[in-house]
């Protein structure tokens, strides 16, 4: 064991103690990465099975409840069809919105059912104009009555006041009441259009994807963690190897 005592000196004290110190924190990582996969497997599932049901109408969904119309919140990303007039009028323009990295906004026009809810329709996603006070082109809607189909989307409500500073006809994001204030207005959801007749879609806009049910890179992560976790052991090991050898090479010359 006597080839060994330097281990008691303060550098290889320091040494084993951050290494000993690293095993836990790079199993706790892992751990973190292995319970965001199953969370995330588990949000996917109910993703999936909402998507997977048969359409239904958005008025078979909705209540009214002290003068608000809601839908439950587990209708979250089930699809939905109705039928209503464009409120061409009342469409904004959702800022800082991505897709497929590009910046752009959100064509959010609502849509009055033929039973007098208002909903809210996000037709897709448009490029930005050329500066943030500015707003891009969107052609007009058709009239008349209109077929939409897609996801419903249950909204959180807003935590801090709406931005006053915004350009005319934009919104940092949907809060349909804000839109269309009013008792017949879908308050906690809106919906992003996949489908409509006659074609409600133009040149400028592209329809949002469909939500990913992928389950990411956590898989790897975790296994990346554990990976660490074996290699630091190895790597003291090796270390101390390494003494012992340097250690018997002075002790001869």
């Known amino acids: 064991m006597s080839a060994f005592k330097f281990?008691?000196?303060?550098?290889?004290?320091?040494?084993?103690?951050?290494?000993?110190?690293?095993l836990p924190a790079f199993q706790a990582l892992s751990n973190w990465q292995w319970h965001r996969l199953q969370d995330r497997q588990v949000a996917n599932a109910a993703i999936q099975a909402q998507i997977n049901k048969e359409p239904i109408?958005?008025?078979?969904?909705?209540?009214?409840?002290?003068?608000e119309k809601t839908v439950p919140d587990d209708s979250q990303w089930?699809?939905?069809?109705?039928?209503?007039?464009?409120?061409q009028d009342a469409q904004v323009l959702v800022r800082k919105r991505s897709l497929e990295s590009n910046l752009g906004?959100?064509?959010?026009?609502?849509?009055?059912?033929?039973?007098?809810?208002?909903?809210?329709?996000?037709r897709?996603?448009?490029?930005?104009?050329?500066?943030?006070v500015d707003s891009p082109v969107v052609a007009d809607v058709p009239s008349g009555t209109v077929e939409v189909l897609g996801r419903l989307r249950v909204i959180q409500e807003r935590t801090k006041?709406?931005?006053?500073?915004?350009?005319?006809?934009?919104?940092?994001?949907?809060?349909?009441?804000?839109i269309v204030d009013s008792p017949d207005t879908l308050s906690n959801a809106y919906v992003e259009?996949?489908?409509?007749e006659p074609e409600s879609l133009t040149s400028e806009i592209r329809t949002l994807p469909a939500p990913e049910v992928t389950e990411g890179a956590h898989r790897s992560y975790a296994?990346?963690?554990?990976?660490?976790?074996?290699?630091?052991?190895?790597?003291?090991?090796?270390?101390v190897r390494n003494e012992v050898k340097e250690q018997r090479k002075t002790a001869v010359s």
């Open 78 to 87: 089930r699809t939905v069809g109705m039928s209503g007039v464009w409120l």
């Open 161 to 178: 006041p709406a931005p006053t500073d915004l350009p005319a006809g934009q919104v940092d994001r949907i809060v349909p009441t804000e």
């Open 7 to 22: 281990l008691l000196t303060p550098r290889w004290i320091a040494i084993t103690l951050v290494c000993i110190f690293m």
């Open 193 to 196: 259009m996949t489908a409509s």
């Open 105 to 122: 906004l959100w064509v959010t026009t609502p849509l009055r059912l033929t039973d007098g809810t208002i909903v809210m329709i996000n």
């Open 223 to 239: 296994i990346q963690w554990i990976f660490f976790e074996v290699m630091t052991v190895i790597g003291w090991i090796i270390l």
């Open 124 to 132: 897709g996603w448009t490029a930005a104009a050329n500066s943030a």
């Open 57 to 67: 109408l958005i008025t078979d969904l909705v209540t009214t409840d002290a003068g």
